[in-house]
């Protein structure tokens, strides 16, 4: 089409050009008319007016019927648009098999697991937390501490709220050091006041949670005082003299805030009693007890196959203890199960760093009789209970079943009694014992 519109435009200009002329003719004379083969008319050649609308014409005809070409521009801008669709399908496609994946792995029914989650006691009221519910809770127990005793609650909260300890060190440092200036210089007043904008007491003592009330607590009290060279007053803290009986208290006062130690919940061990059951080896954690997300979980239960066979390679000492450590990195808690003579067995949650006393002890305080005992690991070793060795050195995480048995001595004693042991577990966790499903 294209082609035909530019063919028209060339003979509109060709026959708007005149007749032709020879070359060996003169250019200065008068062209000829051109007779046609019929009736003889001259024609004459087109004014400028009308080659001008002749030539607009034919623009608007061939602007009509030609087809917009896109720029440049428009084919990249289109390109790139539809390459960013694209990449948005496969990427909201991508997410959508994540979390159906990251669903089977993370979400189970409750009811399966061998224990509901991981549970803490408060050291202040007593009350079982959930994991989520401890910081929360401690601080609101700590405030209601104020009512009772201000200089108690105020040494809480100064090692409690701060996680950086060495700034928690510093701060207990100048403010001894200002407790001992007062109790050394009892009547001199500048020892017993503290100007708020000293460089010491801002970088060191007034950033740092429970300082101030701390100080408040002891009997400093707020005022503006005139400062030598200023015109303006400055807040201070100021303390009344004191008496000797209240300079001893005070260094009470300071001795326990040195010994202060942060309030942290304490592991609820969810001590629980099964019958015998087949299923003693059979455990299903709930998430809290992984230090791994979901994806890591699924991860980790497809490198479960490849135990065999790394365990059949030829490792060096090195290599395995690196993996080793690896390993007990992924779990914060373990589940133990002991297995007593009776059939019967104990449940209890530990910290995963805990140390074998400390799985010892919860044994023992869930026997009628404190006679001595041994508790033997998965694969025949004897645990010791005076050695300072973590639960997770000793592989004894994620989960465990450990076998229980009477010392030597008093297993001779259970046979002379005509092999009848005596009763175990005591009878409040009887009352509750299970079936373990």
Known sequence: ????????????????????????????????????????????????????????????????????????????????????????????????????????????????????????????????????????????????????????????????????REKVKVAVDVISKYIENICKNPTEEKYRKIKLSNKVFQEKVRNVDGSLEYLLALGFESVMLPVEGQDESEEFLLLGEQSPEALEEMRDRRDRLQRGEPVRAQLDRQTQAFRPSPNATRFELPPEFYNLTAEELKKEQLQKSEVVEKNAMLRTKAMREREEQRERRKYNYT????????????????????????????????????????????????????????????SLVPTALLTFSWDAAVQQDIAAAGGVGPAILKPQLLENIRTLS
């Not at 061939?62 to 948005?88: C, F, M």
């Open 1 to 164: 089409m294209k082609k035909f519109f530019e063919d028209i435009k060339k003979d509109v200009k060709f026959k708007s050009a005149g007749p032709g002329k020879k070359l060996t003719e003169d250019s200065s004379s008068k062209p000829r008319a051109v007779q046609s083969s019929g009736t003889s008319k001259s024609r004459q050649t087109p004014t400028d007016g009308a080659q001008r609308a002749g030539a607009a014409a034919l623009a608007r005809i061939d602007q009509q019927h030609r087809p917009k070409a896109p720029t440049s521009q428009d084919a990249i801008r289109n390109q790139v648009k539809r390459e960013l669709e694209a990449e948005a399908a496969a990427a909201a496609e991508k997410l959508k098999v994540v979390a159906l994946e990251e669903s089977k792995v993370a979400v189970k029914d409750p009811s399966c697991f061998s224990v509901s989650g991981v549970y803490f006691t408060c050291p202040l009221t007593g009350a079982t937390l959930a994991k989520n519910e401890r910081e929360v809770h401690i601080k609101e127990a700590i405030f209601m501490r104020f009512e009772e005793d201000p200089v108690e609650a105020s040494i809480m909260m100064l090692h409690t709220f701060n996680k950086d």
């Open 335 to 394: 589940l133990l199960r002991v297995r007593l003579p009776d059939g019967n067995l104990l449940q209890g949650t530990f910290l995963a760093w805990e140390r074998v006393s400390a799985l010892f002890q919860f044994v023992r305080e869930a026997l009628v009789d404190g006679w001595p005992f041994d508790l033997i690991a998965p694969g025949g070793l004897k645990l010791q209970e005076d050695e300072e060795v973590a639960l997770n050195e000793c």
